[in-house]
């Protein structure tokens, strides 16, 4: 009886210290916002940090300074910034392939870029899962278009509901994308649980705001349940896929159009980076690049408008709007108004950003492409990262010029989009 309860005080201790403790301790951190790795009895971290390790040492390094990716790879913060370079350096080795011994070639960017957005935002929204995300977007596309082509009809009442073919589809792909979704969270949350996983993807921080959090001295649950989950991740397809491939869609074009600036913002690549892929760090250096990729969504902004509807009576300036009332916001129009803009409202002028946004037009809040206030786009940084990388990797290894098809044809399918694609002949430097 002894023996057994000396045995027992000994599981009881060992318990507390592998498995209550380092659980506690790691519950009273998250609560705080400190997060890091989820806790893994006896091994810890070492399996991670051993392969980190040895994925950095397996690689020769550039003649720089910046060492602290290859001497501590698994404390380095590196974000999401690897998904983009590997996505934008698959598709540039595509499209070398494709101007081949020649030199050059004619491609239709949109579709291209339409893919790399897709495969970039799959790969920071869903991790190791990113093949999976592919195909739910892929259905979404699918969804989209009937929606759309739903939109357009005329419209009969209760016919949505009748069981015609697309309608079948439609249910269908909205099933299939929810199942799909649900299935890849419930393995996600297995693995965060079992310290497989970490977080540092957006579906794996959408999954940590499920937990019950305390804020200030009010316990309070700020949850997300599974449901309100599965929708976050269908926004992740219009949020971060439509918009920045037209957006980087259209900044080819106009860059074709004026050969100047796009020589200017190649010289600003190749002495910010030289011939070495873009880092995020380097990003914040690109200035010229960074005018020009306002300046193409003041012309060109992928989303044309917002709409707003008011719950509640609310005081527009002078105006009172009684609740139910919908507002739209003309993005576009107000990109190109001339008594804010100038004269020149029309043309080409990325150096009217060259002291920074505010300054820009006469009108502190008149440039939007990404909304203002507090509902204004969270992945605004992500998109403008995206396409500083994007744009970088693809003047550092061509110049591009107008297709002689290109018919210009700009129009509004939910984004700004060119009607004929955007036919591009490159050219390999």
Same mark, same amino acid.
């Given at each position: 009886?002894?023996?057994?309860?000396?045995?027992?005080?000994?599981?009881?201790?060992?318990?507390?210290?592998?498995?209550?403790?380092?659980?506690?301790?790691?519950?009273?951190?998250?609560?705080?916002?400190?997060?890091?790795?989820?806790?893994?009895?006896?091994?810890?971290?070492?399996?991670?940090?051993?392969?980190?390790?040895?994925?950095?040492?397996?690689?020769?390094?550039?003649?720089?300074?910046?060492?602290?990716?290859?001497?501590?790879?698994?404390?380095?913060?590196?974000?999401?910034?690897?998904?983009?370079?590997?996505?934008?350096?698959?598709?540039?080795?595509?499209?070398?392939?494709?101007?081949?011994?020649?030199?050059?070639?004619?491609?239709?960017?949109?579709?291209?870029?339409?893919?790399?957005?897709?495969?970039?935002?799959?790969?920071? $929204?869903?991790? #190791?899962? !990113?093949?999976? *995300?592919? =195909?739910?977007?892929?259905?979404? %596309?699918?969804?989209?278009?009937?929606? /759309?082509? $739903?939109?357009? #009809?005329? !419209?009969?009442? *209760?016919? =949505?509901?009748?069981?015609?073919? %697309?309608?079948?589809?439609?249910?269908? /792909?909205?099933?299939?994308?929810?199942?799909?979704?649900?299935?890849?969270?419930?393995?996600?949350?297995?693995?965060?649980?079992?310290?497989?996983?970490?977080?540092?993807?957006?579906?794996?921080?959408?999954?940590?705001?499920?937990?019950?959090?305390?804020?200030?001295?009010?316990?309070?649950?700020?949850?997300?349940?599974?449901?309100?989950?599965?929708?976050?991740?269908?926004?992740?397809?219009?949020?971060?896929?439509?918009?920045?491939?037209?957006?980087?869609?259209?900044?080819?074009?106009?860059?074709?159009?004026?050969?100047?600036?796009?020589?200017?913002?190649?010289?600003?690549?190749?002495?910010?980076?030289?011939?070495?892929?873009?880092?995020?760090?380097?990003?914040?250096?690109?200035?010229?690049?960074?005018?020009?990729?306002?300046?193409?969504?003041?012309?060109?902004?992928?989303?044309?408008?917002?709409?707003?509807?008011?719950?509640?009576?609310?005081?527009?300036?002078?105006?009172?709007?009684?609740?139910?009332?919908?507002?739209?916001?003309?993005?576009?129009?107000?990109?190109?108004?001339?008594?804010?803009?100038?004269?020149?409202?029309?043309?080409?002028?990325?150096?009217?950003?060259?002291?920074?946004?505010?300054?820009?037009?006469?009108?502190?809040?008149?440039?939007?492409?990404?909304?203002?206030?507090?509902?204004?786009?969270?992945?605004?940084?992500?998109?403008?990262?995206?396409?500083?990388?994007?744009?970088?990797?693809?003047?550092?290894?061509?110049?591009?010029?107008?297709?002689?098809?290109?018919?210009?044809?700009?129009?509004?399918?939910?984004?700004?989009?060119?009607?004929?694609?955007?036919?591009?002949?490159?050219?390999?430097?």
């Amino acid at each position: 009886m002894i023996s057994f309860l000396i045995l027992l005080s000994c599981v009881v201790k060992a318990a507390y210290s592998i498995l209550w403790k380092p659980k506690k301790l790691e519950k009273q951190l998250r609560q705080q916002g400190i997060n890091g790795t989820s806790y893994k009895i006896l091994h810890g971290d070492w399996k991670e940090y051993v392969r980190s390790m040895e994925e950095a040492w397996s690689k020769p390094m550039s003649l720089t300074h910046h060492i602290v990716p290859r001497v501590i790879p698994f404390v380095h913060e590196i974000g999401m910034a690897p998904a983009f370079s590997t996505s934008c350096s698959d598709m540039i080795k595509r499209w070398a392939e494709l101007v081949g011994p020649q030199g050059s070639c004619e491609l239709d960017v949109w579709p291209e870029f339409q893919n790399l957005t897709g495969d970039i935002i799959s790969r920071t $929204a869903f991790g #190791s899962n !990113y093949e999976e *995300g592919k =195909r739910i977007f892929q259905l979404q %596309k699918e969804q989209v278009v009937l929606v /759309l082509e $739903a939109a357009f #009809s005329v !419209y009969v009442p *209760g016919l =949505r509901f009748m069981p015609t073919k %697309k309608n079948k589809r439609r249910m269908y /792909l909205d099933k299939e994308i929810k199942s799909t979704l649900r299935d890849l969270i419930h393995r996600k949350e297995v693995a965060m649980k079992m310290g497989e996983s970490s977080n540092n993807d957006l579906l794996g921080l959408l999954l940590q705001s499920t937990d019950c959090n305390e804020v200030g001295n009010n316990s309070k649950n700020i949850r997300l349940t599974i449901d309100e989950v599965i929708e976050e991740c269908k926004l992740f397809y219009f949020a971060g896929h439509e918009t920045t491939s037209v957006w980087l869609t259209w900044t080819m074009v106009v860059l074709a159009m004026h050969p100047n600036w796009q020589e200017r913002a190649r010289e600003e690549v190749f002495q910010i980076c030289g011939k070495n892929t873009p880092k995020f760090e380097s990003t914040n250096q690109l200035k010229i690049v960074t005018m020009i990729l306002n300046e193409v969504q003041r012309l060109y902004p992928p989303v044309t408008g917002l709409f707003r509807h008011t719950t509640e009576k609310t005081r527009l300036g002078e105006i009172s709007l009684p609740a139910n009332v919908d507002l739209y916001l003309p993005t576009l129009l107000i990109h190109h108004d001339s008594e804010i803009w100038g004269e020149d409202s029309q043309e080409f002028k990325p150096e009217r950003f060259s002291a920074g946004i505010s300054a820009a037009s006469k009108e502190q809040l008149a440039f939007f492409p990404f909304g203002w206030g507090p509902r204004i786009c969270i992945g605004q940084s992500f998109a403008m990262i995206e396409a500083k990388i994007a744009l970088a990797m693809i003047l550092q290894h061509f110049s591009f010029e107008l297709s002689p098809s290109y018919t210009h044809a700009p129009y509004t399918v939910i984004t700004l989009q060119p009607q004929f694609g955007a036919p591009i002949i490159l050219h390999r430097l």
